[in-house]
């Protein structure tokens, strides 16, 4: 995804496909609930890469 989609995405014009989200899930190790929530400002969020299910190419999709 390139900034211009990125943005998109944030202001709701641009959606993702269900395999992309999926992936994107198991990138940070989190479920889709997670991706969804709306977050405070004053949570800490432990966040890690969990890359064992992620091929190359996944990640040349995701970017």
């Not at 989609?5 to 940070?28: T, W």
């Not at 969020?45 to 996944?58: A, E, L, M, P, V």
């Amino acid at each position: 995804m390139d900034q211009t989609q990125i943005i998109k995405f944030e202001e709701d014009e641009l959606r993702l496909k269900v395999n992309l989200l999926e992936k994107i899930c198991d990138l940070f190790s989190c479920s889709f609930n997670d991706l969804t929530e709306e977050i405070s400002d004053e949570l800490e969020q432990d966040c890690y890469f969990d890359c064992s299910t992620i091929t190359s190419n996944d990640l040349t999709a995701i970017s």
